[in-house]
């Protein structure tokens, strides 16, 4: 097929590459105009309770017809197939009443584009992007085939015994064990020659605001059958479908779109994806290169962002790092303060040499706010401090803060940030970094304190001796891919326009670098503890 031929050299050819995205696809706030405001309110005050009213209905009928396809069969006749009347007449009638389910809910527009496959060429539907729990109303051109779904869902009233009704596969994200049988489950019903109807999963495993694909968990992609990519469009003026770990929530997702005319979606069959021996050996390839193919077609980045535990973070190399720098996060917060990126960076100098003047580099929170000229009883002055302040004692260490601001500050050059970030913590100006030093520093850069960073550790020399100089850690950042792409993909990716440059608050100027760095030199190179910024 030509497309997954495109997508598998692509893959081979861009490997070390990661793709970006602007913003954070985990997040969807929804900004409505006035008028905007005025038709929702107005429209909503007569939909939304008629709708919610029929919704409540239909799912009230469909409670008992689930609960009759099981009835009075036994526990070995409900893990095969079901066949006779309890397939063809109650499938009919649940299908019929989820279609009229979608329209009450204003979905007046649903336009399906290409052929849904037999069971027989593709065992296996995979979904994105996963926006919504609105996003079930796949199931209706799909026939209400079997879908993998969280084992919590069961447990929802109605959802549950609909879950049952078609035969789910069902899985506890925090039991092995019922990861390992769920694979054995989907490899019995994908080998059983067309018995069972198609699993529909949602590879993502999250919802997101559509702007990227996420990663691709390999669970969908381990049995190594062919595939068939289905996605998802909203084209509607107003987005009010996306629910996601940050932004609107369930109520006002159901308030803003039952208060529409009507929404319309558009859901894409593409062309099978047969794997080949090399990614039914490596389901990661499999699902990377599915990703890719639907991402293709939906003019969006196939990304390296997924949730570990309840965080979204994205892989960088040998680290998973949070979606956002940490210093993208402070940028925020600093305008909540009423201060700005910029009068922080006007004040780094002076940051700077208390960092050097300080034996301990540390400070109490109220310290640290009157150096960056912030009210340090102000809520959102502590909201911006506290996530450094790590230690027990409760103090700040002003180094972390300085070097996670100017690891993303273009105006300096990545070269002098590691030469400040080197004298900080070389400690007593030996000129060289232990390991352990080595591994505060990269936490510093990252803004990640607790960042584990011993895979990417093992790239140095530091795994046979524990001696780093400046000139290797700068070598470092320059020739290893793995260290490269920590500013070229995460703290300063490509296309990102630099900040502007101002002189310092204290009438010192910019270098052309970023500050310049004068002072009596160490044998290795870098300025002294006591050296001046000019």
């Given at each position: 097929?030509?497309?997954?031929?495109?997508?598998?050299?692509?893959?081979?050819?861009?490997?070390?590459?990661?793709?970006?995205?602007?913003?954070?696809?985990?997040?969807?706030?929804?900004?409505?105009?006035?008028?905007?405001?005025?038709?929702?309110?107005?429209?909503?005050?007569?939909?939304?309770?008629?709708?919610?009213l029929?919704?409540?209905i239909?799912?009230?009928i469909?409670?008992?017809?689930?609960?009759?396809r099981f009835?009075?069969?036994?526990?070995?006749?409900?893990?095969?197939?079901?066949?006779?009347?309890?397939?063809?007449?109650?499938?009919?009638?649940?299908?019929?009443?989820?279609?009229?389910?979608?329209?009450?809910?204003g979905?007046?527009?649903?336009?399906?584009?290409?052929?849904?496959?037999?069971?027989?060429e593709?065992?296996?539907?995979?979904?994105?992007?996963?926006?919504?729990?609105?996003?079930?109303?796949?199931?209706?051109?799909?026939?209400?085939?079997?879908?993998?779904?969280?084992?919590?869902?069961?447990?929802?009233?109605?959802?549950?015994?609909?879950?049952?009704?078609?035969?789910?596969?069902?899985?506890?994200?925090?039991?092995?064990?019922?990861?390992?049988s769920?694979?054995?489950?989907?490899?019995?019903?994908?080998?059983?020659?067309?018995?069972?109807?198609?699993?529909?999963?949602?590879p993502?495993?999250?919802?997101?605001?559509?702007t990227?694909?996420?990663?691709?968990?390999?669970?969908?992609?381990?049995?190594?059958?062919?595939?068939?990519p289905?996605?998802?469009?909203?084209?509607?003026?107003?987005?009010?479908?996306?629910?996601?770990?940050?932004?609107?929530n369930?109520v006002?997702?159901?308030?803003?779109?039952?208060?529409?005319?009507?929404?319309?979606?558009?859901?894409?069959?593409?062309?099978?994806?047969?794997?080949?021996?090399?990614?039914?050996?490596n389901?990661?390839?499999?699902?990377?290169?599915?990703?890719?193919?639907?991402?293709?077609?939906l003019?969006?980045?196939?990304t390296?962002?997924?949730?570990?535990?309840?965080?979204?973070?994205t892989?960088?190399?040998?680290?998973?790092l949070?979606?956002?720098?940490?210093?993208?996060?402070?940028?925020?917060?600093?305008?909540?303060?009423?201060a700005?990126?910029?009068?922080?960076?006007?004040?780094?100098?002076?940051?700077?040499?208390?960092c050097?003047?300080?034996?301990?580099?540390?400070?109490?929170?109220e310290?640290?706010?009157?150096?960056?000229?912030?009210?340090?009883?102000?809520?959102?002055?502590?909201?911006?401090?506290?996530?450094?302040?790590?230690?027990?004692?409760?103090?700040?260490?002003l180094?972390?803060?300085?070097?996670?601001?100017?690891?993303?500050?273009?105006?300096?050059s990545?070269?002098?940030?590691?030469?400040?970030?080197?004298?900080?913590?070389?400690?007593?100006?030996?000129?060289w970094?232990?390991?352990?030093?080595?591994?505060?520093?990269?936490?510093?850069?990252?803004?990640?304190?607790?960042?584990?960073?011993?895979?990417?550790?093992?790239?140095?020399?530091?795994?046979?001796?524990?001696?780093?100089?400046?000139?290797?850690?700068?070598?470092?950042?320059?020739?290893?891919?793995?260290?490269?792409?920590?500013?070229?993909?995460?703290?300063?990716?490509e296309?990102?326009?630099?900040?502007?440059?101002?002189?310092f608050?204290?009438?010192?100027?910019?270098?052309?670098?970023?500050?310049?760095?004068?002072?009596?030199?160490?044998?290795?190179?870098?300025?002294s503890p006591?050296k001046?910024?000019?």
């Open positions: 097929m030509e497309t997954s031929k495109l997508s598998r050299l692509e893959y081979k050819k861009g490997k070390d590459v990661i793709e970006t995205v602007n913003g954070n696809p985990f997040v969807h706030e929804l900004t409505l105009t006035n008028r905007q405001k005025v038709k929702v309110a107005l429209l909503g005050t007569v939909l939304f309770p008629v709708r919610m029929l919704t409540v239909i799912f009230l469909l409670w008992p017809i689930s609960r009759l009835l009075g069969l036994s526990k070995e006749q409900v893990s095969q197939p079901i066949t006779g009347w309890r397939w063809w007449f109650l499938q009919a009638l649940a299908w019929t009443l989820c279609r009229v389910l979608f329209f009450v809910m979905f007046m527009r649903v336009k399906v584009r290409g052929r849904m496959a037999p069971p027989t593709a065992p296996i539907l995979v979904v994105a992007p996963h926006s919504s729990f609105l996003d079930s109303i796949v199931m209706v051109p799909c026939g209400l085939v079997t879908v993998m779904s969280r084992a919590e869902n069961l447990n929802i009233p109605i959802v549950g015994d609909l879950l049952r009704f078609n035969q789910s596969i069902v899985v506890s994200r925090q039991d092995p064990e019922s990861r390992r769920c694979v054995e489950e989907l490899k019995k019903r994908v080998s059983a020659s067309g018995q069972w109807s198609q699993v529909l999963i949602f993502e495993g999250t919802t997101t605001n559509g990227a694909l996420i990663k691709f968990k390999a669970g969908a992609f381990i049995v190594g059958v062919p595939v068939q289905v996605i998802i469009r909203y084209p509607n003026k107003l987005d009010t479908i996306r629910w996601t770990w940050k932004g609107i369930i006002q997702v159901l308030w803003y779109t039952l208060s529409q005319f009507y929404t319309s979606a558009e859901i894409e069959f593409l062309p099978v994806y047969t794997p080949t021996q090399e990614e039914k050996d389901p990661a390839l499999f699902a990377s290169n599915v990703q890719k193919t639907m991402a293709r077609a003019g969006v980045p196939a390296e962002y997924e949730f570990e535990g309840r965080v979204p973070v892989r960088v190399g040998l680290l998973k949070p979606v956002q720098p940490g210093a993208r996060v402070t940028e925020k917060r600093l305008q909540k303060t009423g700005g990126m910029q009068a922080v960076l006007n004040r780094m100098g002076g940051l700077v040499e208390e050097c003047r300080l034996p301990a580099h540390r400070l109490t929170l310290q640290c706010a009157k150096l960056l000229n912030l009210p340090a009883s102000q809520p959102d002055t502590h909201a911006l401090l506290t996530p450094y302040c790590q230690g027990s004692d409760g103090l700040l260490d180094r972390e803060f300085v070097l996670g601001m100017l690891a993303v500050d273009k105006t300096w990545i070269e002098r940030v590691l030469e400040l970030a080197f004298t900080f913590f070389d400690t007593g100006s030996k000129g970094l232990s390991k352990g030093e080595f591994s505060r520093l990269l936490q510093a850069l990252l803004s990640c304190p607790e960042l584990d960073v011993a895979q990417i550790i093992e790239e140095t020399n530091l795994r046979d001796k524990y001696e780093l100089p400046l000139e290797e850690l700068q070598d470092l950042f320059k020739s290893k891919q793995n260290f490269k792409s920590l500013f070229t993909c995460y703290l300063r990716p296309g990102e326009e630099p900040a502007k440059t101002t002189p608050a204290n009438g010192r100027g910019h270098a052309s670098n970023g500050v310049g760095l004068a002072g009596k030199a160490t044998s290795n190179g870098t300025a006591n001046k910024w000019d």
